[in-house]
């Protein structure tokens, strides 16, 4: 898989670019075409006293430099990249939402053969996921890049809670008459979900209680409303198995943890944080007192339960690698169990505002709020906003730690069992 980061820098000679179309993108950000312009801007404002010009100044600097850098990129896809036979999908959201986008588009190419595949984000550090798809190149780019650029390929769609076509020319239906058809089938989700998408992810609850009417989850929806068979969801993610073997952690069992609360303030990050894994935690290790807890992900307090600390301190292919040898993962609703969807290991997972019903992985134990529970996307701020105005949402202060751990236990033995007999 290629992948085209995102311009760093405004700097970029236009001339260059046009000269040299096979010139690799890596090299295009030297030269000193747009730095000039973006240092003249800099200079008008410095001899201006602070004030409310003078802020309007910065404001209007700061657009033009991305400005620059998005048309920097646009030009360099626009001239120096033949995008004719390709196909353009672009995917919106978090870690869990590329993971169900990148194996939809592993079952589109396994379904309807050989096709070249730019895969647009506004979100960073995604690349990684679409590495093991070799026709597949990722490009981290704002929204408006993407739309200027869109006309460049035969074939463009986008990938939100659903699949919505924004481009196909007549050569497209040619080549590739079969998802052509499949195109067709998704018209009346289209038809459906036309205010959804035009206002994403705002009413985003929208399509999942239409999925959740029609007995479809998330993680198959888009094979459900494209009709693409779903090719499972076990994925060959990128892994790094250095970490867990210099902690010995490769030939013993171990389960993980990942905690998003502050426990310095006792508030949470957002509505969906659970503010007793640590109490988790320690109930299972009351009852398995040798099993080792590794505590992971990249926000949250430390957990007084956790044996190892590595929050904050794995790259992705080595979180992969730590929730791959898991025997069970705990967390929240969120990036790191669709991570362990791929590597096959169960997670215990506690919901509450995310519905559960559209959310759950069927192999995982998973927790349904007590009282409250499916408010999301029901207003703007709903991750940092409890829809009662409750400091503590009650959908998950409210479940007991304990009712957690011992809904876990008896599927943490059996794991525990067959992988001692397996050795």
Same mark, same amino acid.
């Given at each position: ?19 040299? $179309? ?13 730095? %000039? ?20 100044? %910065? ?5 033009? $430099? ?23 999908? $672009? ?12 194996? /939809?588009? #592993? ?16 979100? +960073? ?8 798809? @070799?026709?597949? %190149?990722?490009?981290?780019?704002? $929204?408006?890049?993407? %739309?200027?650029?869109?006309? #460049? ?27 052509? !058809? ?5 018209? @009346? ?11 994403? @992810? ?64 006792? #508030? ?75 590597? +096959? ?5 506690? /919901? ?36 009662? +105005? ?17 809904? !876990? ?15």
């Amino acid at each position: 898989m290629k992948w085209l980061p995102q311009v760093s820098s405004p700097s970029v000679r236009l001339d260059h670019c046009i000269a040299e $179309r096979s010139m690799p993108l890596d090299s295009i950000w030297s030269g000193g075409g747009v730095d %000039t312009v973006w240092k003249n801007v800099q200079r008008q404002s410095l001899g201006i006293a602070m004030s409310r010009q003078d802020r309007g100044l %910065t404001r209007l600097s700061r657009r033009t $430099r991305n400005g620059f850098k998005n048309a920097a990129l646009a030009l360099h896809l626009a001239i120096n990249v033949e995008r004719r036979d390709s196909i353009a999908i $672009r995917v919106t959201g978090g870690m869990g939402d590329h993971i169900v986008a990148v194996r /939809f588009i #592993r079952d589109l190419l396994s379904h309807f053969g050989h096709a070249k595949i730019d895969v647009y984000s506004v979100t +960073g550090g995604m690349g990684w996921l679409y590495e093991p798809l @070799p026709d597949v %190149t990722f490009i981290e780019a704002p $929204r408006r890049v993407f %739309t200027w650029v869109t006309r #460049r390929y035969i074939l463009v769609l986008q990938i939100t809670h659903t699949v919505d076509l924004v481009h196909m020319s007549s050569a497209a239906a040619e080549r590739w008459p079969e998802l052509s !058809a499949m195109l067709q089938s998704i018209a @009346p989700y289209r038809k459906m979900f036309s205010h959804a998408i035009d206002a994403h @992810p705002h009413l985003d609850f929208h399509p999942a209680l239409v999925a959740q009417f029609q007995n479809v989850r998330r993680d198959t929806f888009l094979n459900h409303v494209s009709g693409v068979p779903f090719g499972g969801h076990q994925y060959p993610l990128p892994e790094d198995a250095s970490l867990v073997q210099s902690l010995g952690l490769d030939h013993k069992p171990y389960i993980t943890v990942h905690n998003s609360f502050n426990e310095e303030s006792g #508030r949470p990050r957002a509505t969906r944080d659970y503010p007793f894994l640590d109490d988790v935690v320690k109930e299972v290790k009351a009852q398995l007192p040798d099993l080792p807890v590794v505590q992971v992900g990249v926000v949250g307090g430390t957990l007084s339960s956790a044996d190892y600390n590595l929050s904050s301190k794995t790259t992705q292919p080595q979180i992969t690698s730590v929730l791959a040898n898991s025997s069970m993962h705990f967390d929240m609703e969120g990036g790191l169990v669709h991570i362990a969807s791929c590597v +096959g290991t169960p997670c215990c997972v506690v /919901f509450g505002p995310t519905p559960i019903g559209y959310y759950a992985y069927p192999n995982n134990i998973n927790i349904a709020p007590r009282v409250c529970g499916d408010c999301w996307s029901l207003t703007l701020d709903w991750q940092k906003t409890c829809l009662l +105005g409750a400091a503590e949402p009650p959908c998950m202060f409210t479940q007991p730690p304990k009712a957690v751990a011992h809904a !876990a236990l008896p599927h943490l033995r059996v794991l525990l069992s067959e992988k001692r007999r397996s050795g």
